[in-house]
T-cell receptor
């Protein structure tokens, strides 16, 4: 079973910030949260990952709550090319990444 | 730096046949993982190799097997193909092994664009 919960779909206007939430209430203390996205017919693309502190890279920012039970991926200025399925994932007890259904993000012009 | 390369990109086989898929990881990456992606089941973990040894295995039948070579390149094989094996097979590489005992536990996976297998 997926250890994360994400909304099925979201819309965002082009140029605005896209905020994608994820619940991971059963995450353990030493588990990282990873975010990937997948554009149709391509392999998943790594975006960012984090443990406790907020993280930022050239693609996105990751905000992790203090209790680590949820996180938010922020795409600061969404473009049409950011339309994709976004996955928030963690490892299970067998050290395997468990992928849920993700959030289908649609950027509208 | 070249990304993860998977060959072939598309493959059509008939039931009962076998197939071998190839994956070349990013230079310097020693861990290779394989995933199956279908519309109904999403991404499912097949197995992971590190230093030519299978380190982790998902819940797939023995018809699915793999190996890793000394240059970290990997192959996966599916024997006695079934219609349900039609899927996108994804390979991912990373710096290290997924078990926390290894220092690169948090190194992210980098995926290829997959091999689209159709079984008729």
């Amino acid at each position: 079973d997926a250890k994360t919960t994400q909304p099925t779909s979201m819309d965002c206007a082009e140029g605005r910030a896209a905020n994608l939430p994820c619940n991971h209430s059963t995450i353990s203390g030493n588990e990282y949260v990873y975010w990937y996205r997948q554009i149709h017919s391509q392999g998943p693309q790594y975006i960012i990952h984090g443990l406790k502190n907020n993280e930022t890279n050239e693609m996105a920012s990751l905000i992790i709550t203090e209790d680590r039970k949820s996180s938010t991926l922020i795409l600061p200025h969404a473009t049409l090319r950011d339309t994709a399925v976004y996955y928030c994932i963690v490892f299970d007890s067998n050290y395997q990444l468990i992928w849920g259904a993700g959030t289908k993000l649609i950027i509208k012009p | 730096k070249a990304g993860v390369t998977q060959t072939p990109r598309y493959l059509i086989k008939t039931r009962g046949q076998q197939v071998t898929l190839s994956c070349s990881p990013i230079s310097g990456h020693r861990s290779v993982s394989w995933y199956q992606q279908t519309p109904g089941q999403g991404l499912q973990f097949l197995f992971e190799y590190f230093s030519e040894t299978q380190r982790n295995k998902g819940n797939f039948p023995g018809r699915f097997s793999g190996r890793q070579f000394s240059n970290s390149r990997s192959e996966m094989n599916v024997s006695t193909l079934e219609l349900g094996d039609s899927a996108l097979y994804l390979c991912a590489s990373s710096l290290g092994h997924r078990i926390p005992a290894f220092s690169s536990y948090n190194s992210p996976l980098h995926f290829g664009n997959g091999t689209r297998l159709t079984v008729t």
